[in-house]
Each structure stands twice: as C-alpha cells, then as structure tokens.
C-alpha cells in the first residue's frame, strides 16, 4: 500500500525550502503540507494539517517575523515532540557539534544530517519514507559526532541543566548569573550551584575557562 505522506517545512532560507520542494513537491506519495521560516509560524502549519506525518527543521530558526533571535533549540523541540506526539522528526542543519547533536537526538527525533551531505539531500524522498515507515536515519558522520559527544559526557559528566546555564552564559556574555537565573525561570542561588558544579567537572575555576572548555568540546556553541 502507498503512503501518504505530509512534510512540514521550518526553515527560514529560500533557498533551502526551495531544494526542498524540489526533491519532495512532485511525488506521488509525498506532499509538502505547510511552511514556517520561524518557530511562531510553525503550529499554526501544524494545527490547520494536523495529519502532517514529518518535519523538517533547521537548528537555527528564528523566534517569529520580528524577533529574530534565534530559538532555545533544547527548549523548543521537547515541546514540539510533547504537544505533536506522532509527529517524526528530521534535523537537517549545519550545526556540527557532537554535544547538539546528540541532545536534540536524545530529545527524541528520527533523524539528523548536515545540509552539505549532497548523498542524503540527493536521497531525501527515500529517507522522509523511511522515517515514516518507523526507522530512523543517522548517517555515519552524524553518529561519529554521537560517539565523540558520548566520550566527552563521560569525560566531564555535564548535565543537560548545566549545559543549559552555560550556553546561556555564552549567549548572553554580558548578563549576570541573576539575570541568568530569570532567563531560565530558576533561583539565583541555583546557577551558582550549577556552574560551580559545572567549574568542578570541567576541571577550571572561572566561568570564562567553563566557556571555553565546553565550546572547545562542543558541549556548547
């Protein structure tokens, strides 16, 4: 029996929706259901073609039309993959990192690889059918990334709440562990703790080594 196969699109590079469309919008099988370019945009897509079977998204995506700054990743999917629960998703991004890779996989979606991966773009029907059909797709490059995030988790131990402190330290240079602390809805006394924890298991002693250790590793971007 054929499938009938619904992509969402969020993706905020013309040129990219447009490869897209291209490798997707004239098969028999596959229809492309609705496009967002920012993440406000992307559950009204979803609400008005609630049988949308997959969706195709970019790590860097802007909040909405006005505010472009680019969306909490590691907030943003666990609330996608909550409130649409039969929906697949597949990262297709330029972020390389072995820690952001492994933790939006870890969050839960069917499939990841790098936007210049010609071989995947080229064979994309075929993996959108796939992820579908209940597999899942992770080419050897995206897993080498896997395993190298692995290692360094072991290494250092980082949890997903500390690593969250600091790239928002790294976000946000400027701003004191109390507005940290009100961006990420937690007491002040808990980014202390967090990153003193984070100092411990990194091995330095200030926030400015913590950065650049964990970017250096990938932990962070």
Do not use: W
Not at 183 to 208: D, F, N, P
């Amino acid at each position: 029996m054929s499938l009938n196969i619904k992509v969402a699109i969020l993706e905020d590079h013309y040129s990219i929706i447009d490869s897209y469309i291209m490798r997707l919008g004239n098969l028999d099988d596959i229809e492309i259901s609705g496009i967002a370019k920012n993440a406000e945009d992307l559950d009204a897509v979803l609400i008005q073609n609630p049988s949308t079977n997959i969706l195709i998204l970019d790590l860097s995506i802007p909040i909405s039309s006005t505010n472009h700054e680019y969306i909490k990743i590691l907030q943003y999917l666990p609330h996608i993959i909550e409130k649409y629960p039969n929906l697949d998703i597949l990262v297709i991004s330029l972020v390389d990192q072995p820690h952001m890779i492994k933790a939006v996989v870890d969050a839960g979606i069917s499939g990841y690889f790098i936007k210049d991966d010609e071989q995947s773009i080229i064979n994309l029907p075929k993996i959108v059918r796939n992820i579908v059909s209940g597999q899942t797709y992770f080419p050897d490059k995206i897993r080498k990334k896997i395993n190298e995030a692995i290692v360094n988790q072991k290494n250092f131990g980082l949890t997903a709440r500390q690593l969250e402190i600091l790239s928002k330290c790294a976000e946000f240079p400027n701003a004191s562990n109390e507005q940290i602390a009100i961006m990420a809805g937690i007491s002040h006394s808990t980014v202390r703790t967090l990153l003193s924890e984070s100092y411990m298991r990194l091995q330095v002693h200030t926030k400015i080594a913590a950065l650049t250790k964990a970017k250096s590793l990938g932990l962070i971007t």
